[in-house]
């Protein structure tokens, strides 16, 4: 099986020598009468992205790629006055991947869109400060993440970097207690437990099951190469970047100072971070199980604007529940024409848009929208009852016209009778 | 010389009206207890003519493809003035019709009607039940609605299991190898087209046959009068006859109305080709005896079963050598009274029985 | 009463020719009004009249049912309200949650209140939450209608 791949590894790797420097590197590490583990070289010229470019062992590593597997002698290749350096260890990996991608100028003849600041991000990072100033070797490093000698564009589904596979490249460290043992923050140990709080939540099982890139994954809140626990100016801003209505309306409401007094995370105050259940209308209000009694008492302002805000949402629920009610019923009967159908469609556009509003927390505001959406629905509900109630005047129309029949059906039997009495039935001839 | 004269006159001349108003001026019923059944077929008659009729104002509004079929009906059941009353009539009227075409085949058999000389009469009727029961399964897909697409799935799907042609007759059947918009526009050819031909034809034979060999009388009537024990009644066709049809064609009218107004037909839920099947899918009431029939026996022997059967039940009247003779055959009335109760038995379990 | 007593057979089938008569007006109402076309368009939702030239100004939008679904049309600015080309028509069933957008004069962009869409007027999301661009139709001028439709060309 290995000689199978390092075979198609070779023909890709004589294929693509077009691209590549021709490289005696290559050429020792493939064969395992020289290295034990060809895999590096292999992976390397297999679809590598440095590979792809162009560049070769010696772009990185330094050296003679022109000589040293035909004579026989590694050292001729590895070469330190051709360059060569042992490849770096951990403390020194990120200053090595950055002497090329923080070099504006270099970067610019590969890929000019690619950012160049990934290094001095890095720096201001956890994994970063850990790293330089702790000179913590566990923290995640360049080549942990984007892989050593297999690496992917992030636009690759292949790549470790991937959007919907970057939830499990970070769990491969923050997911094991053993590994994440002694870290804190804020005093706490940090929990390894939120990959699987992530899986269940919304945005979880859009990325990680339907494959919807347009969810977040884990750099969406916490970035990419500058991750630090969100200690972001304000939580609602991540989000917003997304929900970006609930965010505006958020910075208006009467929460927005006082949570920000006591230190509450804004948007997961109630709605979690990694784990977020799909929003539900049973969070908000004064029954038991809703958020808002968790702060607010009966008798203040907040307890009575929450259950404001929740009646009125279930007032426009309930409208709508009877109207498309009515309209089923109308469409089952066949009188629905698709009019009614079509304005029951708006009217629910008010119930989409009520939960986004109420994030102003302002019952004024909330009633505005619930009160255009009962309007609507309560007009659509009275054209599908009189759609329903054409049915009645066919019923008329019915009777009269079962008259006339029965009264056809009477002279009929009238005039039978007159004619059989004119008639002998009897039959005398043969 | 008056101007309906002068009418009559002028048609006499090119078509010979003198010899049909003859005819039918001569032209008498048999009047006895058992006549009432005699108007049975000329209902089966009238209601294919209501199925006409609705049927070319439905043709006027339908559209026939897999996008268009469901609107269109609702359509024509919700926008179209009086479109829900025709397209209601053409339902109930469809399913009359074949009820009706049953009880006229089931009294011609137990009457024996179909003995010397009436048997061609017989194998056109026959012929005329597999047609209107053609009608009727693909006048039932034509709406698009998630019932009728998956009945006329489980339907079409015992083509399979005709011998050497199945695989050809059920791509045939279906205008591909699943039920899609091209089984709907091909039914649709069917129903509107090649079905109405083929029975104008047949039709025509069985009337003409009809008219030739006038009513038969049951052999027990005919033994009474024989004997002498009751005189022989005829009724005139013109105006008894007819008057008495007209009134049962009144009253068919005045029922189906008042189905049709007070149950207007309904639409269903669209055809969704990707949703699952649910458990309990049936056929049209009509086909139920026989598709119940296949829970109980292997696939095969019911399909072959059904086949036999029907074939025997075409050319059975040539074997009733006892009702040519003039006697009397319990057995064949033995025969007609199971296939009745069979029928009936299964289709009620097919409706009752639970987990159906 | 001075009338003549009218013999009873006539009287029949004065009644029988009435009767019929009822019953033949009572068919053939129906029948004719179902001929008549109605003024509502036809059924079938692959192409709809959503509104006649001149009906729009330059930079305007308008919402129409198409189906049973809304749709939105578009007079671009500077676009030619008698030429088809001027026009660009949408589903305006947001792809995130299925709010109806709107057309933003200001933005010239189509908008979705419900989350904060943006859809530029080619239907591509500009930014926000929907996941994938507004579905295209098709426009087209037959006398003065403007017709919409989501066939394929």
């Known amino acids: 099986m290995r000689k199978i791949l390092i075979f198609l590894n070779l023909l890709a790797a004589g294929l693509s020598t077009a691209y590549a420097k021709s490289s005696s590197c290559v050429d020792c590490h493939l064969s395992d009468t020289w290295v034990s583990d060809t895999t590096i070289a292999s992976d390397f010229i297999s679809g590598d992205i440095h590979f792809r470019m162009g560049l070769g062992c010696s772009d990185c590593h330094g050296g003679d790629p022109k000589r040293g597997f035909e004579e026989g002698d590694p050292d001729l290749a590895m070469n330190p006055a051709k360059g060569y350096k042992t490849p770096p260890n951990r403390l020194g990996t990120p200053e090595f991947c950055g002497r090329c991608h923080s070099d504006i100028e270099y970067m610019k003849r590969y890929n000019p869109r690619l950012s160049t600041d990934q290094l001095s991000l890095y720096r201001t990072s956890v994994h970063g400060k850990q790293l330089f100033m702790e000179k913590d070797t566990k923290v995640a490093i360049c080549t942990d993440c984007h892989g050593i000698h297999n690496i992917l564009p992030s636009s690759d589904s292949r790549s470790l970097v991937y959007h919907n596979n970057v939830p499990e490249t970070c769990r491969q460290c923050h997911g094991s207690p053993q590994y994440m043992k002694g870290y804190k923050y804020n005093g706490k140990q940090i929990p390894t437990d939120q990959y699987e709080e992530y899986e269940k939540s919304i945005h979880g099982i859009l990325v990680l099951e339907k494959g919807d890139n347009s969810a977040p994954a884990c750099n969406n809140c916490h970035g990419n190469h500058g991750a630090t626990p969100p200690n972001l100016a304000s939580v609602s801003a991540a989000c917003g970047e997304c929900h970006a209505a609930n965010r505006d309306f958020f910075n208006a409401s009467p929460h927005k100072e006082p949570w920000k007094e006591l230190g509450y995370p804004e948007c997961e105050q109630c709605h979690g971070n990694h784990y977020i259940k799909p929003a539900g209308d049973e969070m908000i209000g004064v029954a038991e199980g809703a958020l808002c009694i968790e702060c607010h008492e009966k008798g203040d302002d907040g307890y009575a604007a929450a259950a404001g805000m929740k009646a009125d949402i279930d007032s426009l629920e309930h409208a709508l529940a009877r109207a498309e009610e009515t309209v089923k019923e109308a469409e089952k009967r066949g009188v629905e024409g698709g009019q009614a159908r079509f304005d029951l469609g708006a009217a629910k556009d008010n119930l989409t848009r009520v939960r986004s509003v109420l994030h102003t927390f302002d019952p004024k505001q909330v009633s505005e929208v619930t009160s255009s959406g009962i309007k609507v629905a309560g007009e659509v509900e009275k054209t599908a009852l009189k759609a329903l109630g054409d049915i009645k005047i066919r019923q008329i129309g019915l009777a009269i016209s079962l008259i006339v029949v029965l009264f056809v059906a009477l002279v009929l039997w009238g005039k039978i009778k007159q004619v059989d009495s004119e008639t002998d039935f009897v039959v005398r001839d043969k | 010389m008056t101007g309906m004269n002068k009418l009559y006159n002028w048609w006499n001349e090119r078509v010979d009206l003198d010899n049909l108003l003859a005819f039918l001026k001569h032209k008498t019923v048999p009047h006895h207890r058992h006549s009432l059944w005699y108007y049975v077929g000329g209902m089966c008659l009238y209601l294919f003519i209501v199925q006409v009729i609705t049927g070319i104002l439905l043709l006027l509004y339908y559209k026939p493809t897999a996008e268009a079929a469901y609107e269109s009906v609702q359509y024509i059941m919700t926008e179209v003035p009086f479109g829900w009353l025709v397209r209601s009539i053409h339902s109930y009227a469809a399913n009359l019709f074949i009820g009706l075409i049953f009880v006229h085949m089931f009294s011609v058999f137990l009457m024996k009607a179909y003995r010397r000389p009436r048997e061609l009469t017989w194998i056109t009727g026959v012929l005329l039940l597999l047609l209107a029961m053609g009608f009727g399964f693909s006048g039932y897909l034509l709406p698009w609605n998630q019932l009728a697409y998956l009945a006329t799935n489980v339907g079409t799907n015992f083509a399979i299991m005709t011998p050497f042609i199945g695989k050809w007759l059920l791509v045939f059947l279906r205008g591909g190898t699943e039920v899609t918009g091209a089984t709907l526009t091909r039914f649709f050819g069917f129903h509107v087209a090649v079905l109405p031909g083929l029975t104008t034809a047949v039709l025509g034979l069985h009337l003409l046959f009809v008219q030739r060999l006038g009513m038969s009388v049951p052999l027990s009537i005919e033994k009474e009068i024989a004997e002498g024990k009751a005189p022989r009644k005829e009724i005139p066709f013109l105006p008894n006859f007819l008057y008495r049809d007209i009134l049962g064609w009144t009253l068919a009218l005045g029922l189906i109305v008042l189905l049709s107004s007070l149950f207007p037909w309904e639409l269903g839920e669209k055809a969704d080709i990707l949703k699952p099947a649910p458990p309990h899918v049936r056929p049209e009431w009509f086909f139920v005896f026989m598709y119940q029939t296949l829970k109980y026996v292997p696939k095969a022997v019911g399909v072959f079963g059904f086949a036999i059967a029907g074939v025997a039940w075409i050319l059975l009247p040539f074997f009733d050598w006892k009702s040519n003779r003039g006697q009397p055959n319990k057995l064949y009335t033995v025969i007609g009274v199971f296939a009745v109760l069979y029928m009936a038995a299964l289709t009620l379990i097919g409706y009752l029985a639970p987990g159906e | ?153």
């Open chain 3, 1 to 153: 009463m001075g009338k003549e007593k009218i013999p009873r057979r006539e009287a029949i089938n004065y009644l029988l020719g009435a009767g019929i008569g009822a019953l033949g007006v009572a068919t053939l109402i129906p029948i004719v009004k179902y001929i008549i076309p109605p003024a509502a368009s036809g059924a079938g939702t692959s192409s709809v009249s959503a509104a006649k030239v001149g009906e729009l100004g330059p930079n305007q939008g308008k919402i129409f049912k198409f189906g049973n679904s809304p749709g939105i049309l578009i007079l671009k600015p500077g676009g030619d309200p008698s030429s088809a080309l001027g026009y660009v028509a949408f589903t305006a069933v947001c792809t995130h949650l299925n709010c109806t957008v709107q057309y933003r004069e200001d933005l010239k962009e189509i908008w979705c209140a419900c989350h904060n869409g943006h859809f530029d007027l080619n239907g591509k999301v500009m930014s926000g939450p929907p996941p994938t661009p507004l579905q295209e139709f098709r426009v087209a001028i037959k006398g003065d209608e403007i017709f919409v439709s989501s066939e394929e060309t």
